[in-house]
């Protein structure tokens, strides 16, 4: 069983950054593969990015490849997302997830565990 809570959203003007933490407890995190999911108004749940156990592959959607940039701290429990440059399309409800796959993957039923969901948003 793994639990995650997010935190780091806010209120951001464009162009500006913004890092989100994800904190997982349970003993098998160090395993999991994790990912970031995001969620606008009236739009559908999507992959943002993911990261494999180790932390030495990364995938991103293409819509951030560049600005975002995922890591993990197994020591810690914790996934993070640097978010850059960012634009007001970024805005969003912002996800993170675990699954024990052992490949990135972008599809959001291959994911076990959800945390609640922090907010961004970017004005312009």
């Known amino acids: 069983q793994v639990q995650l809570v997010e935190s780091g959203g806010g209120l951001v003007q464009a162009g500006g950054s913004l890092r989100l933490s994800c904190l997982a407890s349970?003993?098998?995190?160090?395993?999991?593969?994790m990912g970031w999911f995001r969620q606008a108004p009236g739009k559908e749940r999507e992959f943002v990015a993911g990261?494999?156990?180790?932390?030495?592959?990364?995938s991103y959607a293409d819509s951030v490849k560049g600005r975002f940039t995922i890591s993990r701290d197994n020591a810690k429990n914790t996934v993070y997302l640097q978010m850059n440059s960012l634009k007001p399309e970024d805005t969003a409800v912002y996800y993170c997830?675990?699954?024990?796959?052992?490949?990135?993957?972008?599809?959001?039923?291959?994911?076990?565990?959800w945390g609640q969901g922090t907010q961004v948003t970017v004005s312009s």
């Open positions: 997830a675990a699954t024990r796959s052992v490949v990135i993957t972008m599809i959001i039923s291959r994911y076990d565990y």
């Open positions: 349970g003993r098998t995190f160090s395993s999991n593969t």
């Open positions: 990261i494999n156990w180790r932390g030495s592959t990364t």
